[in-house]
């Protein structure tokens, strides 16, 4: 059995605001990547600093608050072998000038401080910011039909 580790995506408001949430999710489940929690909401101002508690001193940070609050935003909990390095590399670069064509940033992105969707950087970030967002009554566990068909 492969051992399937979880992450946290979160589409930003200009993703939603672009109709790009349908596109973003369809790449993610064509990977093989399964959906196993996703809402859409609005975040709180709290919310926003506890998300980005580790930028808190950089002179960026209020307005990474500021963004992430101007919209409605989608968060998900992504599951599959190396979960966390496998969305990454989909997400391209950060700054999206720097994101292969064919990543979601590549394609999609064309501002660093508009770069449509974040992504946990690492496991424990991953378990930090799931926490965050959704209760564990709120995580589905299940089995997609193709998984025989995507790991060995």
Do not use: C
Request: glycine residues 8%; hydrophobic residues 40%; charged residues 30%.
């Amino acid at each position: 059995m492969v051992e399937r580790e979880r992450t946290f995506v979160m589409v930003k408001p200009d993703g939603v605001q672009r109709g790009l949430v349908g596109e973003i999710i369809s790449r993610f489940e064509r990977r093989g990547l399964k959906i196993v929690g996703m809402k859409m909401l609005e975040v709180s101002e709290e919310l926003a600093k506890q998300h980005y508690a580790e930028h808190a001193a950089k002179p960026f940070f209020p307005g990474l608050v500021s963004f992430i609050r101007s919209g409605p935003t989608v968060a998900m909990v992504i599951e599959g072998k190396d979960a966390v390095s496998m969305v990454r590399s989909m997400l391209g670069k950060t700054k999206p000038i720097e994101s292969a064509p064919g990543t979601i940033r590549g394609d999609f992105a064309l501002d660093m401080g508009r770069n449509v969707i974040h992504a946990s950087d690492s496991p424990e970030s991953a378990k930090r910011e799931i926490s965050l967002y959704f209760k564990t009554s709120e995580i589905a566990t299940y089995a997609r039909i193709d998984e025989q068909w995507l790991y060995e």
